[in-house]
Each structure stands twice: as structure tokens, then as C-alpha cells.
């Protein structure tokens, strides 16, 4: 029996429309984060994403409406990618003493973000000062992470394994600290071991919010 126009998405070569739609889109994600982290963003222009991704221009404007919109996807993935990893560690840890807790959380964080070096050099060095839209995003994920660390110090302290007191700028302040560190590994050449970035980072945070009163 003949199914009807539209009943179901066309087959190319055994691969349907959709799912077509869905590897070209994987493939300019891909293209954009290996140049804009090479060539950089400014440099890179939009023909020379649908070249590397095998995509026309007319590809291209199904899927993002600007290069922007392309640089804004690639930051809040990688984000997430971060807080996603980190999330099942708060879930394992629940029963974990307040200190150990935020060890882990800060290896789960360097390990989601040095995954690939590319990440935190999109992050900390082509998508600061785009545009406003991105900043505005970059802003909304600096908070979450300080709320998220915020909360991490209070258990500490409600622990009696700090102070008692306001830890927001405390969280502020670890958030630039881990930034600068994660930015420092992707900019050196050799790499420097993650494992001692990763130290680094959780000596400093059990400095910081242990410190007395």
C-alpha cells in the first residue's frame, strides 16, 4: 500500500530527512568549535564553516540564524556538559562529609571541561565580549556556578568545618580563581598535567572557604 506524501520523512540513501538535518547540524557544531578555537571567531566566517562541515549556506540558515547564534549554542553546551557531570556527583555524595563533596565536584568539573582542549578556549577566550547576548549568557552561567558553589560552602560550614558567614563573594572569587586556571592550562604549551590544575583548584577552595572568620 503507497503511504502518503508527508506520512513519513523522506529516505535519501537509507538516511532520512531528518536525521540528515540532525548530522549536518552536529557537523557545523563541530566545524565551529575547530575554528572559531583555531582560526578564531572573528576570523571565521560562515562559508568557511559550511566548507568544513560539507553544508551549503542554505543548510546553514535552517539551523542558526547568525554565527552568533552558532557561538551562543557551542558556550551553553559546553556549560552544561560541565554541570551535567557534576550533577550524579552531588547524587553519589549526598551521605559524603562537606569537604569531600566539593573535592570531587571540582575534579568532575576540570575533568568535563579539559575533556577537550577546545572547550575552555571557546569559553574564557573567543566568547567573552561577542556581543551582548553573549555576555548576557555568560553572566547567567557565572551565577549558576556561584550559587552552586555558594551552597556547596554553606554545607561546609553548617558542617562545622568552616565559618559561618556569607560566602557569596568567597564563591565569586573561586569561580575567577578556577577560570584563570582552566584558561592557564588551555594557553600552555606543552599542556600542563590536569591532574595539577585539578590539585591546584582544590587546594585553593579548601583554603578559601576554611579560612578563619
Request: aromatic residues 8%; neutral net charge.
Amino acid at each position: 500500500m503507497a503511504q502518503g506524501a508527508g506520512a513519513h520523512s523522506r529516505m535519501y540513501r537509507g538516511v532520512d530527512t531528518e536525521q540528515r538535518r540532525a548530522e549536518r547540524r552536529e557537523r557545523l557544531l563541530e566545524a565551529a568549535l575547530d575554528e572559531f578555537t583555531t582560526r578564531g571567531y572573528h576570523k571565521t566566517k560562515i562559508a568557511d564553516l559550511c566548507a568544513k562541515a560539507g553544508v551549503s549556506t542554505r543548510n546553514f540558515y535552517e539551523k542558526f540564524a547568525s554565527k552568533e547564534a552558532l557561538l551562543l549554542e557551542l558556550h551553553a553546551h559546553i556549560n552544561t556538559l560541565a554541570m551535567k557531570r557534576m550533577l550524579p556527583v552531588l547524587e553519589a555524595l549526598a551521605d559524603a562529609d562537606a569537604l569531600t563533596r566539593i573535592t570531587t565536584l571540582v575534579d568532575a568539573f576540570v575533568e568535563a571541561v579539559t575533556s577537550d582542549p577546545r572547550f575552555p578556549r571557546l569559553n574564557y577566550v573567543e566568547a567573552p565580549g561577542i556581543s551582548q547576548a553573549m555576555e548576557r549568557q555568560h553572566l547567567d552561567w557565572f551565577k549558576r556556578y556561584v550559587d552552586f558553589i555558594a551552597a556547596e560552602c554553606d554545607r561546609v560550614a553548617a558542617a562545622g568545618l568552616a565559618p559561618v558567614r556569607d560566602y557569596r563573594l568567597t564563591a565569586v572569587a573561586l569561580v575567577g580563581a578556577i577560570t584563570g586556571l582552566v584558561r592557564e592550562w588551555q594557553a600552555t604549551e606543552p599542556p600542563l598535567p590536569v591532574e595539577e590544575v585539578a590539585t591546584e583548584i582544590r587546594e585553593i577552595c579548601i583554603a578559601v572557604i576554611t579560612r578563619p572568620a
